[in-house]
C-alpha cells in the first residue's frame, strides 16, 4: 500500500507563495517517520523542521511540493473561492503522488465536504482508485500528515527567507495580522506607488493599502 499525506502552508499570508506539501511513503513504513518525531510544523522550531526535512526524505518513496504564486493566487481568485483553490492544488500533489491511500489536513470547515470535492477532482484526471482520508487537524492525527506539513512549512520558510533577501528588507511573517508586514506594505506602495509582484493583491490588506495611498 502507497500511503500519501498532504498538508499547506501560507493559505492567509499577503505576502509570498502558497506551498502545498506531498509526501509519498510505504505502508509499512509509517512507523520510521512517526519515530522521528514529526509533529504539526507550527509546533517546531524552524532548525527542527530543517532538520525532520531531511530525516523525512530518506523514508519517503516521492516528495512533491505545489508551489501557488501570489499572482497564480489572485487569477484563480478572480473565478473560484479559495477553497476550490484548495481542491485543485491538492488535487495535483495526488496526481503526482498517485497514492493507495491520502490523508490530508482538510482545508474546508466541513472536512467530509472537502474529502468529497477533492476525490471527485482527483478522480476527474486519474482513473486509478484512492481512498481519501479528510480530517481538520490531521497533522497533529497522521504522522504522515505531520511530514508533509513539515515539508510545506520548510519549502514557505525558504522562499520568503529568499524574498527578504532579494529585496533587503525584513518584512515580517508576512501575514496580515504582523504590524511588520502592514508597515512594509503601506510604505512600499507610499514609495513605488503599487505593490510588488510577491504580494496577493486580491487580499484586503493590499487593497486597503493602495486605497489609502
Known amino acids: 500500500m502507497r500511503i ?6 501560507g493559505k492567509g499570508p499577503v505576502i509570498g507563495p502558497m506551498c502545498i506539501g506531498g509526501v509519498l511513503t510505504e505502508e509499512d513504513k509509517l512507523h520510521s517517520i512517526n519515530n522521528l518525531g514529526v509533529a504539526d510544523s507550527k509546533k517546531l522550531s524552524p532548525s ?37 483553490i484548495m481542491v485543485v492544488g ?33 478522480t476527474q484526471n486519474v482513473s486509478k482508485p484512492i481512498t481519501i482520508v479528510s480530517e481538520h487537524k490531521a ?27 532579494k529585496i533587503g ?12 508586514t502592514k508597515d512594509f506594505l503601506e510604505n512600499w506602495v507610499q514609495e513605488y506607488g503599487s505593490l510588488p509582484d510577491f504580494v496577493r493583491h486580491s487580499w484586503k490588506t493590499a487593497k486597503k493599502c493602495l486605497k489609502n495611498k
Not at 4 to 9: K, N, Q, R, S, T
Not at 92 to 107: F, H, I, M
Not at 139 to 165: C, G, N, Q
Open 90 to 122: 491538492f488535487s495535483k500533489v495526488l496526481e503526482n503522488l498517485q497514492p493507495d491511500t491520502a490523508y490530508v489536513d482538510a482545508a474546508d470547515v466541513k472536512a467530509e465536504r472537502f474529502g468529497k470535492k477533492l476525490t471527485e477532482n482527483y
Open 48 to 84: 527542527r523542521r530543517e532538520d525532520l526535512a531531511l530525516k523525512i526524505e530518506k523514508y519517503a518513496l516521492k516528495i512533491f511540493v505545489l508551489e501557488i504564486s501570489p499572482s497564480q493566487i489572485d487569477e484563480l481568485r478572480r473565478i473560484m473561492t479559495m477553497n476550490e
Open 169 to 180: 528588507i525584513d518584512f515580517g511573517s508576512g501575514y496580515p495580522s504582523d504590524k511588520k
Open 4 to 9: 500519501a499525506g498532504i498538508d499547506e502552508a
Open 139 to 165: 497533522d497533529d492525527k497522521y504522522p504522515i500528515v505531520s511530514a508533509a506539513s513539515i515539508i510545506a512549512k520548510v519549502t514557505r520558510d525558504r522562499r520568503v527567507a529568499e524574498l527578504r533577501k
